[in-house]
T-cell receptor, first 115, second 113 residues
């Protein structure tokens, strides 16, 4: 069975600084997808970034980038130039490439951006 | 992406009653999912709802407690039956649009008294 671990329950960062959120996972699958979702206080889940396991290149979306280490089963999210609107819960998620399309979510990291 | 709406956005219900939550998508999708998010917790998948077939429930969730309907490719309902305070949670629906990405509705906040 797959598991996803986020070891940082809470983090804070000063506005305009850079912060990295950690995520590790355990799987015997070789093909899968990894995601970071953001859930602000409004509770709407928003897809931040996604990574296919077969791609060696790390995904990037504007200020958000990942460090994907397949051998280490690590998938961290880096937020550059943090903004107050980045304050939210961040969830890491895993999905097998084949089968049921089910997500396995981590427990989340609460990020607070300080003015 | 897609526009996903849920009704109601929130409700306060008495123990022993049932509540039906609706999820509407503005495009046709094959796979829809229902999640529960207990206060301060992560998301737990309740069931997968594909049009034209019975919903597939995850371990710990049963059809008698959480019956699901999926009458067409744009709509689904989740009923929380015989509610107890332990059912107080946010319930979210999501859809798998393409390329193995899920998009979520805004959620329904349920409080059971």
């Amino acid at each position: 069975a797959q598991t996803v671990t986020q070891s940082q329950p809470e983090m804070s960062v000063q506005e305009a600084e850079t912060v990295t959120l950690s995520c590790t996972y355990d799987t015997s699958e070789s093909n899968y997808y990894l995601f970071w979702y953001k859930q602000p206080p409004s509770r709407q889940m928003i897809l931040v970034i996604r990574q296919e396991a077969y791609k060696q290149q790390n995904a990037t979306e504007n200020r958000f980038s990942v460090n994907f280490q397949k051998a280490a089963k690590s998938f961290s999210l880096k937020i550059s130039d943090s903004q107050l609107g980045d304050t939210a819960m961040y969830f890491c998620a895993f999905m097998k490439q084949s089968g049921t399309y089910k997500y396995i979510f981590g427990t989340g990291t609460r990020l607070k951006v300080l003015a | 992406s897609a526009v996903i709406s849920q009704k109601p956005s929130r409700d306060i219900c008495q123990r022993g009653t049932s509540l039906t939550i609706q999820c509407q998508v503005d495009s046709q999708v094959t796979m829809m999912f229902w999640y529960r998010q207990q206060p301060g917790q992560s998301l737990t998948l309740i069931a997968t709802a594909n049009q034209g077939s019975e919903a597939t429930y995850e371990s710990g969730f049963v059809i008698d407690k959480f019956p699901i309907s999926r009458p067409n490719l744009t709509f689904s309902t989740l009923t929380v039956s015989n509610m107890s305070p332990e059912d107080s949670s946010i319930y979210l629906c999501s859809v798998d649009l393409r390329s193995h990405e899920q998009y979520f509705g805004p959620g329904t906040r349920l409080t059971v008294t």
